[in-house]
């Protein structure tokens, strides 16, 4: 524990970090999480953020030392999605029963579970999570993984990120330092060339990001690593080769984007893929990065070209949308998804921003979006949000699962725009899916019927029948208008009602 106690003070230390900046050395101590709220979410706990940094590496198989329980908590809640390999969609658990942990039988077991992996699947990695169980009763998963990794000729790797370690960001960034530790650099690629990229913090969620890989192809781009979202673990070993990178999501992943630019000289920018704007910007600095570090200039001319033509079909495929959708009122109330770049999308085919939230935006990201919109607001109570929408001062919400039914009790049209979602979002074409999806919430004809009253509550109080909610006075309603007369109760029945 005292090695994983001084690698959470490293984490917390991040320098590339603007908030912890900000901090004092005290407030840095404790680190980025804020005290629970009594009846609000916690989140995930800090194994719970590692595997989901890691699970996306799709060749890996990926065992979970703990009890049953860890395992279910995390098991996939994503829709990160492969072009291949499915290893990481079967899940491996050590299991570990009372009995094991009054035997001190931890240790022998996660070995035997490993041995047991690589005779039936042979993967070319196996990464070992460790979790609260396993690490109070003290169970060394670096010895083991180490051992076995010997032993077994296949790349072992131990995850330290025990639940009770911290938050669900502080075990995302936990898994990045496990990743730094013992895979990228262990490969030498033979083939590393002057356009090689790595794509840090891209989930590819619905497989969006093969919206945007082929654009990168088309400028002659290859992508080296993209971690985790359909990774191979070779291009994760290897990702130390790339010549420049892109950050997708820094709250996730910073320390490895700061950490690899250091080791290895790979200069990294931190962008978005979200929205039109944003996705020429993301091309732009790549091109740019990779000039810097050696690449013909070109390419800049190449990438300023393709930029145009996707700019001008995507904008023409949105005004299709602008009459169905103008004056239609949106509230964005996202953690994932949120730059400024969708807003600026969505307001320019005349849709109007009633509300954006801000919470996870970075301070850019801000600033443009107050110039645009002075709807910001950093977090909304549920009951504000349930009385802003059923009060009907918006025709849509675009938000994650947490809130949906929030929305739909005030019958309000929602999409889900956050890592649950369906569909993919990213690059030009996401944008116009995005809006395509918007259209088909909102004119979903199903909200006309779900507003009307019941058909019950239309009609007229009956004098001579008792009042009630129940729903067999419901259907003596529905049975009077049938067959035309009051039915009999019997005593029986009134009495146990
Ligand atoms: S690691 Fe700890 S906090 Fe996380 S799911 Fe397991 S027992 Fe719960």
């Not at 039109?276 to 091109?287: H, V």
């Not at 929602?414 to 999806?437: F, K, S, T």
Request: aromatic share 6%.
């Amino acid at each position: 524990m005292s090695s994983l106690s001084a690698k959470i003070q490293d984490v917390f230390n991040e320098p590339a970090c603007d908030k912890n900046c900000g901090k004092d050395a005290k407030a840095r101590k404790e680190g980025c999480s804020k005290p629970l709220t009594p009846g609000a979410a916690a989140g995930g706990c800090a194994f719970d953020g590692a595997k989901i940094v890691l699970q996306p590496i799709t060749d890996v198989a990926h065992l979970v030392h703990a009890p049953l329980a860890c395992e279910g908590n995390s098991w996939d809640n994503r829709g990160a999605a492969s072009s291949g390999a499915t290893l990481w969609r079967t899940s491996f658990t050590t299991d570990l029963t009372e009995l094991d942990v009054v035997m001190g039988q931890g240790e022998r077991k996660l070995f035997k579970a490993i041995r047991e992996i690589k005779e039936a699947y042979a993967p070319p990695a196996i990464f070992v999570y460790s979790t609260c169980v396993t690490a109070l009763i003290g169970d060394d998963i670096e010895a083991v993984c180490k051992r076995a990794g010997e032993k077994f000729g296949l790349a072992v790797v131990p995850v330290n990120a025990p639940g009770l370690a911290g938050s669900k960001n502080l075990g995302n960034k936990l898994a990045a330092e496990a990743l730094l530790e013992h895979v990228i650099g262990t490969v030498e690629p033979d083939d590393a060339g002057p356009y090689d990229i790595n794509i840090l913090g891209e989930f590819n969620l619905s497989g969006e990001f093969w919206l945007v890989k082929p654009l990168l192809d088309r400028l002659g781009i290859r992508v080296r690593a993209c971690i985790p979202g359909d990774a191979r673990y070779l291009d994760v070993a290897s990702a130390h080769r790339a010549r420049a990178a892109m950050m997708v999501c820094s709250t996730a992943l910073i320390n490895l984007a700061r950490k690899m630019e250091e080791r290895w000289d790979i200069p990294f920018f931190e962008g978005s893929f979200y929205g039109i704007t944003d996705t020429s910007e993301a091309l732009r600095n790549i091109a740019e990065l990779l000039v810097k570090k050696g690449a013909d200039p070109e390419i800049l001319a190449r990438t300023e070209t393709l930029i145009a033509q996707e700019e001008a079909i995507a904008w023409k495929k949105l005004e299709a949308y602008r009459r169905r959708l103008q004056g239609k009122r949106l509230v964005l109330n996202t953690g994932g998804v949120k730059s400024w770049s969708i807003v600026h999308a969505l307001m320019e085919i005349g849709i109007e921003i009633v509300g954006t939230s801000v919470k996870k935006s970075t301070l850019e990201d801000k600033e443009r979006i107050k110039q645009d919109d002075n709807h910001m607001f950093e977090q909304m109570a549920a009951r504000d949000l349930y009385a802003m929408l059923s009060e009907g001062k918006a025709d849509i919400m675009l938000s994650g699962g947490r809130t949906q039914f929030i929305a739909l009790k005030a019958k309000t049209p929602w999409l889900d725009i956050n890592q649950e979602r369906q569909h993919p979002y990213a690059g030009y074409d996401g944008m116009v899916e995005l809006v395509r999806q918007i259209d088909l919430a909102i004119h979903n004809p199903i909200w006309r019927q779900v507003r009307e009253p019941a058909p019950w509550d239309c009609q007229p109080a009956m004098k001579d029948e008792p009042p009630s909610t129940t729903s067999g006075t419901a259907s003596l309603h529905a049975l009077k208008k049938f067959t035309g007369t009051t039915p009999t109760i019997s005593a029986s029945v009134e009495e146990t009602r």
